[in-house]
């Protein structure tokens, strides 16, 4: 059984920083590339980063880049989301996927919250 | 990166057909056969129903299906049943990123 276990989400400051983390098993984890999602409270879903089975290649959505850094540990089969720079747009519940077009092994973590207010 | 468009909200009374469109550009939705329909429950991870335009995950209903034309895709919705109500989002590869999602639509069962 695929699992996907996101954590780190919480309450933080304008400005402030966040680290999340998803701990994946049940799939060859180092083989895939690994994104997170995030969608605001009441509002459709939007791709926020990918990183590449070995971690070489990286992707953000403008929104991020410069402020969010994915990055992932094959040994610790964990994917993790640096956030700094908060602001209340960054307000979500952030997913942990395993996305694809080609297949259908497409899994999702149940999200960790996160939201940026005073 | 700007969101695909979908119609905010379809409607339909049991047994009927709905499809809802998912138009893009010539750099995602119609450049490339990389199209996915994802469907979500309240509270709930998104399901995947449709992947590569219209290939149906093992598990997913036959009454799913999914097609391209140009630069729209299409998830039709066959004899709606009270259980298909939920949101369904689609997913295009772009040439500037990975993935991009729709605006998403409401499927309600009348």
């Known amino acids: 059984e695929v699992l996907l276990l996101e954590s780190g989400g919480g309450l933080v400051q304008p400005g402030g920083s966040l680290r999340l983390s998803c701990v994946a098993s049940?799939?060859?984890?180092?083989?895939?590339?690994m994104s997170w999602v995030r969608q605001a409270p009441g509002k459709g879903l939007e791709w926020v980063s990918t990183i590449s089975g070995l971690g070489d290649t990286t992707y953000y959505t403008d929104s991020v880049k410069g402020r969010f850094t994915i990055s992932r540990d094959n040994s610790k089969n964990t994917l993790s989301l640096q956030m700094n720079s908060l602001r209340a747009e960054d307000t979500a519940i952030y997913y942990c996927?395993?996305?694809?077009?080609?297949?259908?092994?497409?899994?999702w973590g149940q999200g960790t919250l996160v939201t940026v207010s005073p | 990166q700007s969101a695909l468009t979908q119609p905010a909200s379809v409607s339909g009374s049991p047994g009927q057909s709905i499809t809802i469109s998912c138009t893009g550009t010539?750099?995602?939705?119609?450049?490339?056969?990389?199209v996915s329909w994802y469907q979500q429950h309240p509270g709930k991870a998104p399901k995947i129903m449709i992947y590569?335009?219209?290939n149906r995950p093992s598990g997913v209903s036959n009454r799913f299906s999914g097609s391209k034309s140009g630069n729209t895709a299409s998830l039709t919705i066959s004899g709606l049943q009270a259980e298909d109500e939920a949101d369904y989002y689609c997913?295009?590869?772009?040439?500037?990123?990975?993935?991009?999602f729709g605006t998403g639509t409401t499927v309600t069962v009348l």
């Open positions: 997913s295009s590869y772009t040439r500037s990123s990975p993935y991009v």
């Open positions: 010539s750099s995602d939705v119609g450049g490339y056969n990389y």
């Open positions: 049940g799939f060859p984890f180092g083989s895939y590339a």
């Open positions: 996927a395993k996305l694809t077009y080609f297949d259908s092994s497409v899994y």
């Open positions: 590569h335009v219209s």
